[in-house]
């Protein structure tokens, strides 16, 4: 009897946005402690460490939070019949998917089929540039909301929210100043995602206003 040793790992590039697909083997951690997965564009990777306990270590740069993640696992988890799901310990959006390669395309489909499902509820699936950045750009400034580190300069933490095709605009409702936030890229994601605090402020020096940065 043939037993498949192999396993599927997918996870979403904190820089390009592109999800990416690689099989490993136990073949590929012979005689190794540390195995390192990157993504075609060489900026994002999943680490793997191998421990005597039968134990591994997973560090993943995070596109939600912006952070290095390091998850501690039972080595059965990578070569296990099952899913296994790694998600932003901060924001709870998943970030990296293991198992065997048919479980993990189809709980890949089926995250970027939530997401889409998620612009129709909202009526805006065929108007924004790319409605995966849009939505992931609208959770980043909720949770910075949720978080009391959304405010305007005059101090008041009233702020409206609209959006289009190509972009966020956050207006304070109590003297009107206005801010807009590109949701257009994943790079413009990126940038938005870095961000712990959004501050609506006047920048004389240009005639419209931007993120204080």
């Known amino acids: 009897m043939v037993i498949d040793r192999s396993s599927t790992i997918a996870f979403k590039c904190p820089v390009c946005g592109s999800i990416e697909f690689h099989t490993v083997s136990v073949f590929d951690f012979s005689g190794k402690k540390e195995y390192t997965i990157y993504c075609n564009c060489r900026s994002g990777f999943v680490k793997i460490i191998t421990k005597r306990n039968k134990s591994l270590l997973l560090t993943i740069p995070c596109f939600a939070c912006n952070e290095v993640h390091t998850y501690a696992l039972r080595d059965k988890a990578l070569w296990s019949e099952h899913v296994s799901v790694l998600k932003c310990p901060n924001t709870k959006m998943e970030l990296c998917f293991m198992g065997k390669d048919d ?9 970027e089929m939530q997401m889409d499902i998620l612009m129709n509820e909202i009526g805006y699936d065929d108007y924004f540039i790319n409605n995966t950045v849009m939505l992931n750009t609208v959770d980043k400034i909720h949770d910075i909301a949720e978080r009391g580190n959304l405010l305007c300069q005059c101090g008041s933490r009233e702020i409206s929210m609209e959006m289009f095709y ?5 207006i304070c409702n109590k003297c009107f100043l206005k801010t807009t936030i590109k949701a257009c890229t994943n790079h413009d994601l990126k940038d938005t995602l870095k961000k712990d605090s959004i501050i609506l402020c006047d920048d004389r020096r240009h005639t419209k206003q931007t993120i204080d940065y």
């Open 103 to 111: 479980g993990v395309r189809k709980s890949v489909d089926n995250y």
């Open 166 to 170: 190509d972009r966020v605009e956050l």
